[in-house]
C-alpha cells in the first residue's frame, strides 16, 4: 500500500489506499474518513470532502477526484473506463446503484432538457425561420433534424420515436 503520510501519485490511488482511508456507504453515497492522513484536521466518521461546483470532490494527497469516481474504484475495484454518468442526474448523489460507467455519448444522452429550452420538452426548439416547433436529435455525433411541427407535443413525440429508434431513452 502507498505510504499515507507522503503525496501519492494518481497512479499510487488504488482501492485498498480509498478503503483504508474512506468508509462508504453505497446506498447513500457518502463517505466518511475512517483513517485521516495526520496532516488532515478531519476526524474519524466526519464526512469526507467538499462541494465543489456541484459536485462531490475528496482529497487524497494532493490530487482532488470527483467522489462518484472514488465510489467506483471503492466498489468495483477499478477506476472507470470511460466516463461516470449519474442515472438520476443528480450529480450529488454517489449511490453506487446511480453510477454507471458510459461512453460520452450515452451520458450526454441522459441529460435533461436545456435550461434554455422553451418548448419544455428535450430536443424540442421554436424553430428560428419558420412558424411551429423543430425537432432535433443528436446521436454518436450525427445530428438529426425531425422536422417542424405545429405545437411541441408533436415535435416531442417524434423526438421520443427518433429515441426509441436510437436505443436509448427520450
Given at each position: 500500500m502507498a505510504n499515507l503520510y507522503r503525496t501519492p501519485n494518481r497512479e499510487d490511488v488504488t482501492a485498498e489506499l480509498v478503503r483504508h482511508l474512506f468508509d462508504y456507504d453505497p446506498l447513500t453515497g457518502v463517505f466518511r474518513w475512517e483513517?485521516?492522513?495526520?496532516?488532515?484536521?478531519?476526524?474519524?466518521?466526519?464526512?469526507?470532502?467538499?462541494?465543489v461546483k456541484g459536485r462531490r470532490v475528496l482529497s487524497i494527497g494532493n490530487w482532488q477526484f470527483y467522489a462518484s469516481h472514488i465510489a467506483w474504484l471503492y466498489v468495483?475495484?477499478?477506476?472507470?473506463?470511460l466516463e461516470i454518468?449519474?442515472?438520476?442526474?443528480?450529480?450529488?448523489?454517489?449511490?453506487?446503484?446511480?453510477?454507471?460507467?458510459v461512453s460520452v455519448t450515452?451520458?450526454?444522452?441522459?441529460?435533461?432538457?436545456?435550461?434554455?429550452?422553451?418548448?419544455?420538452?428535450?430536443?424540442?426548439h421554436k424553430h428560428p425561420q419558420q412558424k411551429g416547433w423543430w425537432a432535433r436529435i443528436t446521436a454518436n455525433a450525427i445530428k438529426y433534424d425531425l422536422g417542424v411541427y405545429?405545437?411541441?407535443?408533436?415535435?416531442?413525440?417524434?423526438?421520443?420515436?427518433?429515441?426509441?429508434?436510437?436505443?436509448?431513452?427520450?
Open positions: 483513517n485521516p492522513p495526520r496532516q488532515h484536521a478531519e476526524k474519524i466518521g466526519a464526512i469526507a470532502g467538499k462541494t468495483h475495484n477499478e477506476w472507470p473506463k454518468d449519474h442515472c438520476n442526474r443528480n450529480p450529488l448523489d454517489n449511490s453506487i446503484a446511480n453510477l454507471r460507467d450515452v451520458n450526454c444522452q441522459n441529460r435533461g432538457k436545456q435550461k434554455t429550452n422553451t418548448s419544455g420538452f428535450k430536443g424540442v405545429p405545437t411541441p407535443e408533436l415535435a416531442a413525440g417524434a423526438y421520443r420515436i427518433a429515441a426509441a429508434a436510437l436505443h436509448w431513452e427520450a
